[in-house]
């Protein structure tokens, strides 16, 4: 499986990005498909999960702000972050796991930086 990450940058507080992760070397839609980021000093933290049925699961960190999203047609997740915060700055990661919670799979990840 390869995971390529895209669609990072710079952006100020309040604003919006979407992230998307191209996936290939398997089937897609077996697959749950996740978003990590990790700001550095920090511990990784999970942002986002779609599951093979679609279910998506958020921490309370981001939750109402960001929203994951699959296309199994174009083999590609997405998230959509919204009104961005600082500690928000992170280098993004997808991954992908046979089962929903595992990550088998690592992309190479996307920097975001918001700005105050």
């Known amino acids: 499986v390869q995971l390529q990450a895209s669609g990072g940058g710079l952006v100020q507080a309040g604003g919006s990005l979407k992230l998307s992760c191209a996936f290939s070397g398997r089937t897609f839609g077996t697959y749950a498909m996740s978003w990590f980021r990790q700001a550095p000093g920090k511990e990784r933290e999970l942002v986002a999960t779609v599951a093979t049925d679609g279910t998506t699961n958020y921490p309370e960190s981001v939750a109402g702000r960001f929203t994951i999203s699959r296309d199994n047609d174009k083999n590609t997740v997405y998230l959509q972050m919204n009104s961005l915060k600082p500690e928000d700055t992170a280098n993004y990661y997808c991954?992908?796991?046979?089962?929903?919670?595992?990550?088998?799979?690592w992309g190479r990840g996307t920097q975001v930086t918001v700005s105050s």
């Open positions: 991954t992908a796991g046979i089962k929903p919670g595992r990550s088998d799979y």
